[in-house]
């Protein structure tokens, strides 16, 4: 029966060891649901949806460097107790310069998007390579979540 009371006791101490929240099936769907109106207005020739599209997109942009910033808030300044020798705090601060460093960088690629105003290939090429943008800053934010502690 005590250790049955201990248990809570146990997980409530070891939630500051783990990671912060991901959102990335959040920012995953919204951009699923901005890439299929995308599929629609490339088949349709459909010049309103794309607009509409680019307009969703650059949402989803928004939302990704939202949840950038949380995660770059939530680096809390010193070392985790385990990290105590020297060689280890050496290694942490590598590992969060590089968290710090993949998280600004997505930003500042979703931020030098430019979008395109008409339909034309240059137009769908800069919005393909925009969404591949959007994976790999959701990749990002995602990566640096599970490091995070």
């Not at 919204?30 to 010049?47: C, E, F, H, L, M």
Request: proline letters at 5%.
């Amino acid at each position: 029966m005590r250790s049955i009371l201990l248990l809570p006791l146990l997980i409530l101490s070891a939630l500051p060891l783990a990671a912060i929240p991901s959102q990335k099936d959040a920012l995953a769907s919204a951009k699923r649901d901005a890439q299929g109106v995308y599929n629609i207005a490339s088949r349709t020739k459909d010049q309103a949806k794309f607009l509409e599209t680019i307009i969703r997109l650059q949402e989803v942009g928004a939302k990704i460097s939202a949840a950038n910033q949380q995660a770059l808030g939530s680096i809390r300044p010193g070392y985790p107790a385990d990290v105590k020798s020297k060689q280890a705090q050496q290694t942490w601060d590598r590992k969060i310069g590089d968290i710090r460093r993949s998280l600004d960088d997505a930003d500042r690629e979703i931020r030098a998007f430019i979008p395109p105003a008409e339909m034309t290939p240059a137009g769908l090429r800069a919005v393909d390579a925009f969404i591949r943008t959007l994976d790999k800053a959701i990749e990002a934010h995602h990566n640096a979540c599970l490091n995070i502690r």
